[in-house]
Nanobody, 120 residues
């Protein structure tokens, strides 16, 4: 059973940057596809980004390309989400997710989430 713990959220002003981290345990991180999702209050959870187990292939929500960047450090069992030029509409709880690299279906594990709040 894999466990995921997010960190790095907080309250910042519009235009600032934040880097979220998600550290995993309990399963071979280097064989996991990792993803970030977010859920704003009153809205459904939405996809933000994902990275394959090699770290070479990344995918983003179209609306976030160019501002957000996902990366991973397999030596530290950690995936990151660098968020730049933050806007108030980026305010949400950000969740880390994992699935085994050959799983093309549903995500298998989720973190507890970290709150990101952007003030105008």
């Amino acid at each position: 059973q894999v466990q995921l713990v997010e960190s790095g959220g907080g309250l910042v002003q519009a235009g600032a940057s934040l880097r979220l981290s998600c550290t995993t345990s309990g399963r071979a991180f280097s064989r996991e596809t990792m993803g970030w999702f977010r859920q704003a209050q009153g809205k459904e959870r939405e996809f933000v980004a994902r990275i394959d187990w090699t770290g070479y292939n990344t995918y983003y929500a179209d609306s976030l390309k160019g501002r957000f960047a996902i990366s991973r450090d397999n030596g530290k069992n950690t995936v990151y989400l660098q968020m730049n030029s933050l806007k108030p509409e980026d305010t949400a709880v950000y969740y880390c997710a994992a699935k085994t690299y050959f799983n093309l279906g549903d995500w298998e594990a989720w973190g507890q989430g970290t709150q990101v709040t952007i003030s105008s």
